[in-house]
């Protein structure tokens, strides 16, 4: 049997990806191995693939590199003292992250802590589809403490990481405002949220006094939205390209801002798994690839305008 892996063969257009074969590895002391289900896409994959970022300067003379931090499947073996799951576990985790990656594999080692346990009430596809995603969401939020009745500011609340965050806002029952296209403003409000089609007038002009905003846009948007808030008000500006940018903006005029880096956190993972489970929270799985179409999935990402999530099949 061999192990195909997505790699990166060199940095540039969605098509430097291609397919290598290896043989499947041998779980070390405290590791399990996973026949991968579901590989989740995300922009820093698309990053990193297009050399750009620090995932892709730490692994310049690494190439091939196979990118990939969101896994769903199954333990088919354990190594020595790993004793946290049994072979045919469902399992997924945020793994490799940032410097390893990996995910992109029909089967990889993973220490067995990076993992959590998908209940039998979570399919392969939402739990593929939550690891990194869910963890910036309810990170981002907890970052800028949220609270119930609070006014709730999300940039970008269709995408990965806004329809999660959208959903844990308004469980944590705060008043939830969203930027969206047209496409997206009945999906928006069908998750609880208050829509605004940024593309018919900036959100300034639409929303005001919010406690609150997690931006998931950066640059110009993040700087309009800063229009909106009441004195005092905490941002939390998750694109790394623009933090520093909307950081120092957000301080002149009196915000407490910050940027972040997700942490890997299985625990919190467990906690968005339950919320799928009790229907809290609803995944939205935009396309799933088969893996030998990774180039068209790094397009769509590229496209800015990904409703949820892409997934990659990863044994067809
Ligand atoms: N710092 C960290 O640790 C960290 C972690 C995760 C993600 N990130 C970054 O956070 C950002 C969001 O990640 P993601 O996975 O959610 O991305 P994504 O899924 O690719 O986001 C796509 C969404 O963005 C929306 N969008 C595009 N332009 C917009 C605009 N001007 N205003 C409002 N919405 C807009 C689109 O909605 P419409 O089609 O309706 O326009 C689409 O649904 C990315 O830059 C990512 O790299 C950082």
């Keep these: 049997m061999e192990n195909k892996q997505i790699v990166i063969t060199q940095f540039g257009e969605p098509d430097v990806l291609a397919i290598q074969s290896t043989e499947i590895p041998e779980p ?131 995408g990965g990481v806004g329809h999660i965050a959208v959903q844990v806002a308004v469980t944590a029952k705060a008043d939830v405002f969203t930027t969206c296209s047209g496409e997206n403003l009945d999906y928006m409000a069908s998750l609880g949220a208050h829509a605004v089609n940024y593309k018919f007038a900036p959100v300034s002009e639409r929303v005001e006094e919010a406690d609150v905003l997690i931006d998931l846009v950066g640059g110009d948007a993040a700087l309009d939205a800063l229009n909106c808030l009441k004195d005092g008000a905490k941002v939390v500006t998750v694109p790394t390209l623009s933090a520093e940018l909307i950081c120092e903006k957000s301080k ?45 999935a790094h397009k769509q990402i590229e496209t800015g305008h990904t409703r949820g999530k892409v997934l990659l099949n990863m044994q067809c």
């Excluded at 289900?37 to 970022?53: E, S």
Aim: with cysteine; hydrophobic share 45%.
């Design 28 to 158: 070390k002391d405290g590791e399990v191995l996973v026949k991968v289900a579901f590989a989740g896409v995300n922009p820093i994959d698309v990053k990193t693939r297009a050399g750009l970022g620090w995932a892709a300067s730490q692994n310049k003379d690494n190439l091939p590199w196979v990118p990939g931090y969101d896994i769903s499947g199954e333990v088919v073996s354990r190594g020595s003292n790993a004793k946290r799951f049994s072979v045919g576990d469902n399992v997924a985790g945020f793994i490799g992250f940032p410097l390893q990656g990996g995910g992109y594999s029909q089967y990889v080692c993973v220490p067995e802590i990076e993992l959590s346990l998908v209940p039998d009430s979570v399919t392969l596809e939402a739990a593929a589809a939550l690891p990194l995603a869910g963890q910036t969401a309810v990170q981002a939020l907890d970052k800028a403490g949220v609270k119930e009745g609070q006014r709730v500011l999300i940039l970008a609340g269709a």
């Design 252 to 296: 002149l005029l009196g915000y407490d801002a910050t940027g972040m880096l997700v942490d890997p956190n299985p625990q919190q993972l467990d906690s968005l798994f339950y919320m799928v489970s009790v229907g809290l929270l609803k995944t939205e799985i935009f396309k799933v690839y088969p893996m030998d179409k990774v180039v068209d």
